[in-house]
């Protein structure tokens, strides 16, 4: 079982940027569709992104497309999640997520089987 570390949350102005960083271990991503999501007090833990584990495609939720960019590096067994424009609405617990290559979609946090401890993202106004 792939092990995740999520790091790089914090507090960040409205408007600021930060990266946060999943560092797995045990086993290498590179055969892992990565993800990240969300989570707010009293509310489902949401979909943020996802980067499937070959061919570069990777998919968002639609209200984060153009401010928020997955990415993943599979050498340093590491994924990546750049928030850009960040609103007090993006405060929230992000996870860190890893699903095995053969399982179909990615939405769904059913789907995943591997999870960080989470990292508390908060942006103030």
């Known amino acids: 079982q792939v092990q995740l570390v999520e790091s790089g949350g914090g507090l960040v102005q409205t408007g600021g940027s930060l990266r946060l960083s999943c560092a797995a271990s045990r086993r290498t991503i590179s055969m892992y569709t990565m993800a990240w999501f969300r989570q707010t007090p009293g509310k489902e833990r949401e979909f943020v992104a996802a980067h499937w584990w070959s061919g570069g495609n990777t998919y968002y939720a639609d209200s984060l497309k153009g401010r928020f960019t997955i990415s993943r590096d599979n050498a340093k067994n590491t994924v990546y999640l750049q928030m850009n424009s960040l609103e007090p609405e993006d405060t929230a617990v992000y996870y860190c997520?890893?699903?095995?290559?053969?399982?179909?979609?990615?939405?769904?946090?059913?789907?995943?089987?591997?999870w960080g401890q989470g990292t508390q993202v908060t942006v103030s106004s």
């Open positions: 997520a890893a699903k095995n290559k053969d399982v179909v979609g990615v939405k769904s946090e059913r789907l995943y089987d591997a």
